[in-house]
């Protein structure tokens, strides 16, 4: 009886293997493919946003903080789809991740080079206020009468009330746009595709979520 048992113990226990491997993977599949697609979602919305931005005041400041993606489920992903979509839909949806990696490197760059500006003003002002107040000390101590110094005092307190608040609020006369900068994230915004969800390559994604085997 064991002779006809064994085999039966070892194909059943193999097929439960294997079944459990296929089930893991398309499990697994789904995850990904769910993230993906919010990923895709969230860097649209944020990229039309930035559009708007960007192209209707084209010699504003670029917009501080706004990246498209915190995170890249694809790429490390991506080989698991190879046979999920057509070539010019991997192509596709790899140059979404790699524009909106362009993009996000040039908003990064950006701020750290605003960040930089914006401290080097805030030593400047620290610096013309301390000079500032010399001079009016200096000039006080001339000043003969009760009506010169008092129309000092008041001047001098005006303009370190000015000075204050441009430290306090960040309302600095200074903005920093590098030109390479506002040129990758314009060409970004305007050449991205920002409808990928929506055309085939999204509605397999999202069929892909919701645990849909396409082939």
Known sequence: MSIFLDPLVTFVTGSLVVFLYYRQKKDDKRRIAKIVLLEIENAQAKLNEAKLKVLANPDDPLPEHLYSMSTN???PNKHMFVKDFYPAELTAINNFYETCEIFDEAIRHNDS?????????????????????????EKLLK??????????????FSKMNSA???LTTGK????????KQNH????????????LSFNTAGAKLKKLSEGHWLW
């Not at 610096?127 to 010399?134: D, F, L, M, N």
């Not at 000043?143 to 000092?152: C, G, H, I, N």
């Not at 600095?172 to 030109?179: D, H, I």
């Not at 990758?184 to 050449?191: F, P, R, Y």
Request: charge should be negative; include cysteine; proline fraction near 2%.
């Open 172 to 179: 600095f006369m200074y903005q920093y746009t590098p030109s």
């Open 73 to 75: 489920t694809w790429t």
């Open 143 to 156: 000043l003969q009468t009760d009506e010169d110094k008092e129309s000092m005092v008041q001047e001098y």
């Open 164 to 166: 204050m608040t441009m």
């Open 113 to 137: 080079r605003f960040a930089e500006g914006e401290r080097e003003v805030r030593k400047n002002v620290h610096e013309a206020v301390y000079k500032y107040a010399i001079e009016c000390s």
């Open 184 to 195: 990758i994230v314009k060409s970004c915004v305007e050449n991205i595709d920002t409808n």
